[in-house]
């Protein structure tokens, strides 16, 4: 039985595999980025703008906001990473609603390459801030003997959001094969349904979850910087 | 296998790819955007705010002058009413004089009017009564008038009494031309020298008589000669005639005056 996309592959050379979750990922990005310029190539200053352009504007308004509920003031910095985390996880698991299609999330490499991501963002973007002596002082806080515990918790801390949000995105689209095949009528379309708003839950958890562990240890820093 | 390492790395490029692309076409230009706007209704606050504030100013402005303006407007009707008034007095002034002068040419004109009338009523008075006595005269006593005149005033002067005929007589002589004699109508022959013998059987005159006819004497006869005179004429009965008509004028002209006033 196949439970990730990376087993379908269109085209091999030597260690060169593109398979569905590559291709998927192209067709998002293709969809988002010409989405993207062809509503913001026409973007209006004034108050009578496009429902668009409205859209938008709530969408990454609201990615702002929540960025900045986490505790993280300077969003903009921010946002980039973030917002495009969870529009990427988001419209991703929306088209999870067309048929023969597979998210590039119920990979595991995918969701592994995403929580590498955030593992890296987190300090990158705490050096960015607060400079890399003040972020490598925060490892062997309170004490030098907690340096190894500081470490592990880091890759634990990227495992545990890639391997959840791996397992929901895997399981939904396991829960509605094995569906279809029991019950092909109504059924899977509730599923369907379901799996929609697991993956939006999802996807709101793995940014917020990738905020908040940027956002902390900003704060650790920041303590340090305090001190 | 669950895992394949180049798809993670190529998910991995994949997706700083496509943060850069969002970074680059969406989020900096739709940040951008609602910077702007903000900015826009930040500015167009301000200028509302500002607005107002000249707004309120002007307000002000125009309250106060609509205040000077009402109270200019209040005293010009007041200086208005003023002087309407004082030209309103000026003109019932100037009014009253104009018609009190009406007035009194009226009462002027009224008066040369009766005094008009007056005198033609007694010119019209003589002709008539001269003209009565004549016809009364002819049909009751077959008399001249002219006649029975000369007759009388040829005893006037035979009935002189001696201061006066000397009087008469002193002026006589002392005449350097000659003596008149006027009448209104002419003297009939017979009379003119019946008149001359009275005159100088009494006077003993050697003087020319020159006989004048003088519309104005009405109905009369006079001898006049330096600054003596010896008449008659019936002046006397129509000055009393006169006296009653003017009376009859006044209270006629009376009630007049009382009407126009």
Redesign the interface.
């Given at each position: 039985m196949r439970?990730?996309p990376?087993d379908i592959v269109l085209f091999e050379y030597g260690?060169?595999?593109l398979?569905a979750?590559?291709v998927t990922?192209?067709i998002l990005?293709l969809v988002?980025?010409i989405g993207?310029?062809s509503i913001?190539r026409k973007?209006?200053?004034?108050?009578k703008i496009s429902r668009w352009?409205s859209t938008?504007?709530i969408i990454?308004?609201g990615i702002?906001n929540q960025i900045e509920e986490v505790g993280l003031h300077k969003s903009?910095t921010y946002?980039?990473?973030l917002?495009?985390?969870f529009?990427?996880l988001f419209v991703s698991n929306l088209l999870t609603i067309l048929p023969v299609y597979e998210p590039?999330t119920s990979?595991?490499?995918?969701t592994?390459?995403?929580a590498?991501?955030v593992f890296f963002a987190v300090p990158v973007f705490n050096i960015m801030e607060h400079g890399i002596l003040n972020y490598l002082k925060s490892y062997v806080k309170p004490l030098f003997i907690m340096l190894p515990f500081h470490i592990i918790s880091e890759f634990s801390r990227t495992l545990a959001l890639a391997v959840r949000l791996f397992g929901n995105m895997m399981s939904g689209v396991m829960i509605l094969g094995i569906l279809i095949t029991i019950t092909p009528f109504i059924f899977p379309i509730v599923m369907t349904a379901f799996g929609l708003l697991t993956g939006t839950v999802q996807s709101y958890i793995f940014t917020i979850l990738a905020s908040v562990f940027i956002a902390a240890a900003a704060h650790e820093s920041e303590k340090e910087l305090k001190n | 296998m669950?895992?394949?390492?180049?798809?993670?790395?190529?998910?991995?490029v994949?997706?700083?790819?496509?943060?850069?692309?969002?970074?680059r076409?969406?989020?900096k230009?739709?940040?951008s955007?609602?910077d702007?706007?903000e900015k826009?209704?930040a500015r167009q606050l301000h200028e509302a705010e500002s607005s107002k504030v000249d707004a309120n100013r002007e307000l002000e402005d125009f309250q106060q002058k609509n205040n000077m303006l009402n109270q200019q407007r209040h005293e010009l009707l007041n200086n208005a009413i003023s002087e309407v008034n004082a030209e309103r007095l000026k003109l019932l002034e100037q009014t009253r004089i104009e018609v009190e002068s009406l007035r009194l040419r009226l009462q002027e004109s009224l008066k040369i009017e009766q005094q008009n009338l007056g005198s033609e009523i007694i010119r019209r008075t003589r002709t008539e009564v001269f003209a009565i006595v004549r016809k009364t005269l002819e049909d009751l006593a077959s008399a001249n008038l002219e006649n029975q005149i000369a007759g009388v005033f040829i005893s006037r002067i035979n009935g002189l009494n001696p201061d006066e005929k000397e009087l008469l007589f002193s002026a006589l002589n002392h005449t350097t031309g000659e003596v008149s004699v006027r009448s209104m109508f002419d003297v009939p022959l017979v009379q003119q020298a019946a008149i001359q013998k009275a005159l100088k059987s009494n006077f003993n005159i050697a003087t020319e008589i020159k006989f004048e006819t003088a519309p104005q004497l009405v109905c009369g006869i006079e001898l006049v000669t330096n600054g003596y005179k010896v008449s008659w004429t019936i002046e006397e009965y129509l000055k009393s005639l006169e006296n009653h008509i003017g009376v009859l004028l006044n209270e006629h002209k009376e009630l007049k005056t009382e009407k126009i006033t």
């Amino acid at each position: 039985m196949r439970i990730s996309p990376d087993d379908i592959v269109l085209f091999e050379y030597g260690f060169v595999k593109l398979n569905a979750t590559i291709v998927t990922t192209w067709i998002l990005m293709l969809v988002m980025v010409i989405g993207s310029i062809s509503i913001t190539r026409k973007l209006v200053i004034g108050t009578k703008i496009s429902r668009w352009q409205s859209t938008l504007e709530i969408i990454v308004i609201g990615i702002k906001n929540q960025i900045e509920e986490v505790g993280l003031h300077k969003s903009e910095t921010y946002i980039g990473f973030l917002g495009t985390l969870f529009l990427f996880l988001f419209v991703s698991n929306l088209l999870t609603i067309l048929p023969v299609y597979e998210p590039p999330t119920s990979s595991l490499s995918t969701t592994a390459a995403l929580a590498i991501s955030v593992f890296f963002a987190v300090p990158v973007f705490n050096i960015m801030e607060h400079g890399i002596l003040n972020y490598l002082k925060s490892y062997v806080k309170p004490l030098f003997i907690m340096l190894p515990f500081h470490i592990i918790s880091e890759f634990s801390r990227t495992l545990a959001l890639a391997v959840r949000l791996f397992g929901n995105m895997m399981s939904g689209v396991m829960i509605l094969g094995i569906l279809i095949t029991i019950t092909p009528f109504i059924f899977p379309i509730v599923m369907t349904a379901f799996g929609l708003l697991t993956g939006t839950v999802q996807s709101y958890i793995f940014t917020i979850l990738a905020s908040v562990f940027i956002a902390a240890a900003a704060h650790e820093s920041e303590k340090e910087l305090k001190n | 296998m669950l895992f394949d390492w180049f798809t993670l790395v190529a998910q991995l490029v994949n997706f700083l790819v496509l943060v850069w692309l969002l970074k680059r076409y969406l989020y900096k230009p739709i940040l951008s955007a609602i910077d702007e706007r903000e900015k826009l209704i930040a500015r167009q606050l301000h200028e509302a705010e500002s607005s107002k504030v000249d707004a309120n100013r002007e307000l002000e402005d125009f309250q106060q002058k609509n205040n000077m303006l009402n109270q200019q407007r209040h005293e010009l009707l007041n200086n208005a009413i003023s002087e309407v008034n004082a030209e309103r007095l000026k003109l019932l002034e100037q009014t009253r004089i104009e018609v009190e002068s009406l007035r009194l040419r009226l009462q002027e004109s009224l008066k040369i009017e009766q005094q008009n009338l007056g005198s033609e009523i007694i010119r019209r008075t003589r002709t008539e009564v001269f003209a009565i006595v004549r016809k009364t005269l002819e049909d009751l006593a077959s008399a001249n008038l002219e006649n029975q005149i000369a007759g009388v005033f040829i005893s006037r002067i035979n009935g002189l009494n001696p201061d006066e005929k000397e009087l008469l007589f002193s002026a006589l002589n002392h005449t350097t031309g000659e003596v008149s004699v006027r009448s209104m109508f002419d003297v009939p022959l017979v009379q003119q020298a019946a008149i001359q013998k009275a005159l100088k059987s009494n006077f003993n005159i050697a003087t020319e008589i020159k006989f004048e006819t003088a519309p104005q004497l009405v109905c009369g006869i006079e001898l006049v000669t330096n600054g003596y005179k010896v008449s008659w004429t019936i002046e006397e009965y129509l000055k009393s005639l006169e006296n009653h008509i003017g009376v009859l004028l006044n209270e006629h002209k009376e009630l007049k005056t009382e009407k126009i006033t």
